[in-house]
T-cell receptor
Framework: NAGVMQNPRHLVRRRGQEARLRCSPM?????VYWYRQLPEEGLKFMVY????????ESGMPKERFSAEFPKEGPSILRIQQVVRGDSAAYFC???????????FGQGTRLTVV | AQTVTQSQPEMSVQEAETVTLSCTYD???????LFWYKQPPSRQMILVIR??????QNATENRFSVNFQKAAKSFSLKISDSQLGDTAMYFC????????????FGKGITLSVRP
């Protein structure tokens, strides 16, 4: 059973471009969480999704950020018109049920130049 | 809102010695979980240990154990017989039961194990 897979591991974007981060949860997991880690900081919750539904997006910036978890395929975190402040490590975690143990991917390090 | 505080930014320990990492939290909830995660240089977040707030007995996983003081809202991690592979950042985290199961993390502590 493969773990949570995130790709790419590293992503470089110029200011104003779009960044698309992908997360494939563990097999059988229908709950996905996205977290952002700024340098020297802990992880901050962004959004919680179940298949085809956004359950909690209280940690998502109101503009430029969106997330989806379609019926088929990976969960996508999309950042439009990236700015330098978006540079961070973005982690995805999946869980088989609400309140279950969260398994993390290795993260995507986004660098905006 | 829940907060998790790790006031020590870094610690160092000699190999084979014991080290304790501190964590305090603040919540008005009664049912929750507490966690310690390890993040080595590979950046992978690894669950070290988990404690259910309703359990009085402190959780133990091999060389890792916690001292959970619910009234004081304190949750420290003890690492016994430290190994070089324990060198990593350690994050304390909190999750409310029955809510959306999102984790609230502390800022982390960098632990270095010296040979």
């Amino acid at each position: 059973n493969a773990g949570v897979m995130q790709n790419p591991r590293h992503l470089v974007r110029r200011r104003g471009q779009e960044a698309r981060l992908r997360c494939s949860p563990m097999k059988g997991h229908s709950h996905v969480y996205w977290y952002r880690q700024l340098p020297e900081e802990g992880l901050k919750f962004m959004v919680y999704l179940q298949k085809e539904n956004i359950i909690d997006e209280s940690g998502m910036p109101k503009e430029r950020f969106s997330a989806e978890f379609p019926k088929e395929g990976p969960s996508i975190l999309r950042i439009q018109q990236v700015v330098r402040g978006d540079s961070a490590a973005y982690f995805c975690a999946s869980s088989p049920q609400r309140g279950g143990e969260a398994f993390f991917g290795q993260g995507t390090r986004l660098t905006v130049v | 809102a829940q907060t998790v505080t790790q006031s020590q930014p870094e610690m160092s320990v000699q190999e084979a010695e014991t080290v304790t990492l501190s964590c305090t939290y603040d919540t008005s909830e009664n049912n929750y979980y507490l966690f310690w995660y390890k993040q080595p240089p590979s950046r992978q977040m690894i669950l070290v240990i988990r404690q259910e707030a309703y359990k009085q007995q402190n959780a133990t996983e091999n060389r890792f154990s916690v001292n959970f003081q619910k009234a004081a809202k304190s949750f420290s991690l003890k690492i016994s017989d430290s190994q070089l592979g324990d060198t990593a950042m350690y994050f304390c985290a909190f999750m409310i039961l029955g809510a959306n199961s999102k984790l609230t993390f502390g800022k982390g502590i960098t632990l270095s194990v010296r040979p």
